[in-house]
């Protein structure tokens, strides 16, 4: 099982990313829904108020669903069995791209920015953002990092969020 953080706006990913990583490592202390991978594979950011996966068809099925309304929301989602994180990701990707995230009436773009784990092997990560570049530039942030013990999110310049 993967998870997915969907945020409703630019303003609030700052505030949706602390949150969501104490949800996280609060889950993980649990015992909840763990892998060996970074569970995050993804977040992806609308236009206020919108939800940016509503309109996805086959992308995947949402097995739980927790977050603070018009804010943040975090999905765990289920796959097909064997699929790695990348093709996870490639798959979410590929359903924004097909339902229309060229943005809202307004013009705001849904975005993507992946997530990995810290310590990920760096021409590994190169490799996968060229990937998910391909045909979908207008989607993708970058890339976020995701602390395997404390599940804390770290933008790409190394902040902590």
Known sequence: MSALLVVY??????????EASDLLALS???GAHCETESSLIGIVIGPDGADPVAARS?????????GIQDVWTLL?????????AAQRRRRIVC?????????DECGVP??????????ADAKAVQAEIAYLSRGCTRLLMPAVFQDPLTQRLMVFNGSVQ
């Not at 706006?9 to 602390?18: F, K, T």
């Not at 849904?110 to 310590?119: D, L, N, S, T």
């Open 9 to 18: 706006g630019m303003d609030a990913l700052s505030r949706a990313c602390r």
């Open 28 to 30: 993980q202390r649990k």
């Open 58 to 66: 086959n992308t995947c099925a949402v097995l739980e669903s927790a």
């Open 76 to 84: 765990w989602l289920g796959f097909p069995a064997g699929m790695s």
């Open 95 to 103: 359903g924004l791209d097909e339902t229309g995230a060229e943005g």
């Open 110 to 119: 849904v975005r993507f920015a992946p997530v990995f784990a810290a310590g």
